[in-house]
Nanobody
Framework: QVQLVESGGGLVQAGGSLRLSCAAS????????MGWYRQAPGKERELVGI???????NYADSLKGRFTISRDNAKNMVYLQMSSLKPEDTAVYYC??????????????WGQGTLVNVSS
């Protein structure tokens, strides 16, 4: 199977920046989509943005300009650079991938989540 492991979360002051990383590993044949979602306390999980293997990232409209997603296909990694952080960005951030395993099984995989806490 395929696993995702996020890193880089933590406590940051409003206006600050933070970079999250996510590494995919396991029985990977190919990875099409990688991206990030987030879930704030008491709210539903929402899209932050996704990036396909070849293409530009797509972001939630409300986050354009502050968040940047990039990807290293050779390392099966995806990154989320967050800047000008606001307290309302506080959430658990989840890495996501749509991949194909070596047995050619399509998979949707989620990471365990990493907490980003923005203090005012």
């Amino acid at each position: 199977q395929v696993q995702l492991v996020e890193s880089g979360g933590g406590l940051v002051q409003a206006g600050g920046s933070l970079r999250l990383s996510c590494a995919a590993s396991g029985s990977i044949f190919s990875i099409n989509v990688m991206g990030w979602y987030r879930q704030a306390p008491g709210k539903e999980r929402e899209l932050v943005g996704i990036i396909r293997k070849s293409g530009s990232p797509n972001y939630a409209d409300s986050l354009k300009g502050r968040f940047t997603i990039s990807r290293d296909n050779a390392k099966n990694m995806v990154y989320l650079q967050m800047s000008s952080l606001k307290p309302e960005d506080t959430a658990v951030y989840y890495c996501y991938t749509h991949a194909t395993s070596r047995s050619l099984t399509p998979l949707e995989v989620w990471g365990q989540g990493t907490l980003v806490n923005v203090s005012s």
